[in-house]
């Protein structure tokens, strides 16, 4: 039966009211707790029909099937593989940061950000992961490079060098960037410390990452890198470091180098790394007025580096080359400081002299009519030892004290670094009298340094230094304990009135009895009186 225009416009009517009801449909319903699926008919049809058109917007390729254009058929391939990617993406098992590895390219689960609730452990998932990436680094030299993942914001927010680089007025559009100069480990480091504020310091990397860190300007780790390398620094390094230093304009570390140098000359210039510094280093340390050390050793160390550097040029360890690479870095050693017999046994066979030289250095010290030398003729300064003295006055009563070859030992710390060069020591209240001592150092029970030795005392009441072959770094905070082990006269000073601290300079010695000392030393009273230091 046809339908009428009346029966038509009452359809019409009823079907707009409903969808002008619908949402207080729903809100009763949700009150009620009855399922969507009893809704009318004709509002599942206008839902599918939405849902067509979320599909047909997220994957417009999709609806383009029909198509039979190659270039459309093309187009369509690539968002399907796509598609497939981001499925796996968010199926793969969820990762923890702290399992990430140096080739990581974490996937995540689709809630990722919900099992890691803070935006710190956020942020270090994002480290070294292909996960949103944006722009890639081919960091380190050619065949030895490696590609590391990374995403603009977070290193343009870490570092304005990249801030620059990414959002600044020359931003680089490249999405692949490479670094040279830089080695991928360093890198890595700088990025984690980015991503995490996660610092992983190593000795083997620390100076490639205190320049990496200075390239991009990331002032914190840099300072952390000078902290590590002023902890780790000690004789066998402080050449090279010195030349480091120098270079990324450290002063403090410079400075520390110094001192180390200085104190442990002979050790600085004996090492190996002393061989691998530049002409310029050799040359402000061969100028150095406070080197601690004979004008001997100077000069074998002047040798020493010269055949390295012949090593380094490709040439011959030659008299001729070793002169030509020292240059005039060899008119820097003070040769004729030197006693006779060591430049006789040293310099003067060494063959990088001249014959004249060498017979003008002999003229020197032997002549009275003395020639004139190219090298400078003043002894180096060194450095003046400090002596910390822990008794306020000293004492001899007959039969009071005695040594009869037992130990007498005491524990020290001290607030900065020094470095301990000897003890001074009691010696006979009878007279004249030698000596034959051993002398120790021990942090924790482990022996730093030790050494045999005699003095002879003339009976007074002062002090006899006895040495360590060389100075030992002593680190702040920490206890050591001295001892001492003298065997001839028995009767002898001996000190009272001991102070538990003694400020001495710039520095402050604590003092505590020691369970080695089996001869009555202590605190209060007893034998080493004093330590010889350099500070």
């Known amino acids: 039966m046809p339908t009428t225009p009346d029966c038509l416009y009452g359809r019409i009517m009823k079907f707009l009211t409903f969808f002008l009801l619908l949402p207080e449909t729903l809100k009763r319903t949700r009150k009620s707790g009855k399922q969507l699926s009893k809704l009318p008919v004709c509002y599942e049809i206008v839902t599918l029909s939405l849902r067509k058109k979320m599909a047909a917007e997220l994957y417009p390729a999709s609806i383009n099937t029909n198509l039979t254009n190659s270039n459309s058929t093309a187009v369509t391939a690539a968002s399907k593989k796509t598609i497939v990617q981001v499925t796996q993406t968010v199926t793969t098992p969820t990762t923890t940061a702290t399992q990430q590895n140096i080739n990581n390219n974490n996937v995540e689960t689709a809630s990722w950000q919900s099992t890691h609730p803070t935006l710190r452990e956020r942020n270090a998932l994002m480290f070294n ?48 960037i490479h670094i040279p100069d830089v080695e991928p480990a360093a890198f890595l480091i700088l990025l984690k410390y980015m991503y995490s504020d996660e610092i992983e310091l190593e000795a083997d990397t620390v100076l490639a990452t205190l320049y990496a860190a200075k390239k991009y300007i990331v002032p914190a780790l840099a300072k952390a890198c000078v902290t590590f390398l002023e902890t780790s620094l000690e004789a066998k390094n402080a050449c090279v470091l010195l030349s480091q230093s120098r270079l990324f304009e450290e002063p403090e570390l410079t400075q520390r180098c110094w001192e180390v140098i200085d104190a442990q000359a002979e050790l600085a210039l004996c090492s190996e790394g002393f061989c691998e510094i530049d002409l310029q280093t050799l040359e402000i340390i061969l100028k150095r007025e406070t080197l601690n050390t004979r004008e001997a050793v100077v000069f074998q160390a002047a040798l020493d580096w010269a055949v390295a550097e012949c090593k380094r040029q490709g040439l011959g360890a030659t008299s001729r080359n070793k002169r030509a690479v020292l240059g005039k870095a060899l008119y820097l050693v003070r040769i004729p400081t030197m006693t006779l017999e060591e430049f006789a046994n040293g310099a003067a066979q060494s063959d990088v002299l001249t014959l004249e030289e060498t017979h003008d250095v002999f003229l020197w010290y032997t002549a009275a009519n003395k020639p004139k030398l190219e090298f400078p003729m003043q002894k180096r300064k060194g450095l003046m030892p400090q002596r910390c003295h822990r008794f306020q006055s000293s004492a001899y009563r007959s039969n009071q004290w005695r040594y009869r070859g037992r130990c007498d030992s005491i524990q020290f710390a001290v607030d900065k670094r020094i470095f301990i060069a000897g003890l001074g020591l009691y010696g006979s209240s009878g007279g004249k009298a030698e000596y034959s001592v051993k002398i120790e150092l021990k942090r924790q029970g482990v022996t730093l340094a030790q050494n045999l030795a005699k003095f002879v005392s003339d009976g007074s009441s002062n002090t006899f230094s006895v040495w360590f072959e060389h100075p030992v770094q002593v680190e702040q905070d920490t206890f050591y304990t001295v001892s001492a082990v003298l065997d001839g006269n028995e009767l002898s000073y001996f000190g009272q009135e001991g102070m538990t601290e003694v400020q001495c300079g710039k520095v402050t010695f604590q003092f505590q009895c020691s369970s080695d000392s089996t001869n009555g030393t202590g605190v209060q009273g007893g034998q080493i009186p004093e330590l010889v230091f350099y500070a």
């Open 129 to 176: 992961n292909e996960l949103m990436a944006d722009v890639h680094f081919v960091v380190g030299p050619p065949g030895a490079s490696q590609k590391v993942p990374a995403h603009k914001y977070v290193l343009a927010v870490g570092s304005s060098v990249f801030g620059a680089m990414f959002y600044g007025d020359l931003a680089e559009g490249e999405s692949e």
